[in-house]
T-cell receptor
Framework: NAGVTQTPKFQVLKTGQSMTLQCAQD?????MYWYRQDPGMGLRLIYY???????DKGEVPNGYNVSRLNKREFSLRLESAAPSQTSVYFC????????????FGDGTRLSIL | GQQLNQSPQSMFIQEGEDVSMNCTSS?????WLWYKQDPGEGPVLLIA?????ELTSNGRLTAQFGITRKDSFLNISASIPSDVGIYFC???????????FGTGTRLQVFP
């Protein structure tokens, strides 16, 4: 029962480096999401993909890009990492639109020095 | 952006006690979700609510969709050590496709 799988689990980058966070789900869900979680704040939506072939900006998209590679996979890319992007990143998926419960991966802990 | 006020921020209780937490907003929601997050893991769905006034249980957990549609409540009865974690509410704003998360309630249970 893999559910939502995120890789890597941990990563340390230097300012200016680029990186792609990978996410895959095996539940045949249509919608996928990327969130960031910072201390004292709720999860904030970065980008989402309502269905294969579509992506849309969330609340905090600046500094990120995404690719919905196929129905299973949704990647998040940092082109030029900044210390403000130090966070825990969560990928989630749901059968359909936002009001359907989302299933989360275990997160990627990213530190930017 | 839209705000969800979740309270309390943290709770320190003794095993066996009941727990109550809530999320409130000035906006109207058409869906409320409650999640639990254990250290080093992603949030796991506990209860989903879709109608005003709805009361739903999942074992010792009970959640309610407030009748004003601006709030939701989660109760845990007879707490046990494995209830430790961070509890998040999330709501879908009426007329939008956005899910807003609360800032979480950190629960600590002492034996």
């Amino acid at each position: 029962n893999a559910g939502v799988t995120q890789t890597p689990k941990f990563q340390v980058l230097k300012t200016g480096q680029s990186m792609t966070l990978q996410c895959a789900q095996d539940m045949n869900h249509n919608s996928m999401y990327w969130y960031r979680q910072d201390p004292g704040m709720g999860l904030r939506l970065i980008y989402y993909s309502a269905s294969e072939g579509t992506t849309d900006k969330g609340e905090v998209p600046n500094g990120y890009n995404v690719s919905r590679l196929n129905k299973r996979e949704f990647s998040l890319r940092l082109e030029s990492a900044a210390p403000s992007q130090t966070s825990v990143y969560f990928c989630a998926s749901s059968p359909g639109p936002f009001n359907q419960p989302q299933h989360f991966g275990d997160g990627t802990r990213l530190s930017i020095l | 952006g839209q705000q969800l006020n979740q309270s309390p921020q943290s709770m320190f209780i003794q095993e066996g006690e009941d727990v109550s937490m809530n999320c409130t907003s000035s906006s109207i929601f058409n869906t409320w979700l409650w999640y639990k997050q254990d250290p080093g893991e992603g949030p796991v769905l506990l209860i989903a609510l879709y109608k005003a006034g709805e009361l739903t249980s999942n074992g010792r957990l009970t959640a309610q969709f407030g009748i004003t549609r601006k709030d939701s409540f989660l109760n845990i009865s007879a707490s046990i050590p494995s209830d430790v974690g961070i509890y998040f509410c999330a709501g879908r704003l009426e007329g939008t496709d956005k899910l807003i998360f609360g800032t979480g309630t950190r629960l600590q249970v002492f034996p």
